[in-house]
């Protein structure tokens, strides 16, 4: 069964790129993306979607980068823990009582 379903992941991955492969070859024409003050890019369509692409790719990544800072500090001021020792927090032996 795993087998299987190993042959039909790679199956799908595979009819992916073969889309996305004939979606590049069938995307020569030349678009033109314009900036300020009359300046243009003219490029093949593809490499104008692939550069999107890797623009929205870092602009993501950098705005991730703030959060990654602040769980790595928090991760080191974090007390290091061998793997096979308990918790140092307390735990509750029993469970907690609910009033009405």
Do not use: Y
């Not at 039909?8 to 993306?33: C, E, G, H, Y």
């Not at 703030?66 to 096979?84: E, N, T, V, Y």
């Amino acid at each position: 069964m795993k087998k299987l379903l190993w042959l039909l992941k790679w199956m799908l991955k595979a009819a992916i790129f073969f889309t996305l492969f004939a979606f590049a070859l069938n995307n020569q024409q030349d678009a033109s993306v314009h900036f300020f003050f009359g300046t243009q890019w003219r490029a093949p369509l593809v490499l104008v979607v692939l550069a999107a692409f890797t623009a929205g790719v870092a602009i993501g990544v950098l705005g991730m980068v703030p959060r990654w800072w602040k769980h790595r500090k928090a991760a080191q001021r974090a007390p290091m823990q061998a793997p096979g020792q308990p918790s140092a927090q307390p735990t509750a032996t029993h469970p907690a009582e609910h009033g009405l």
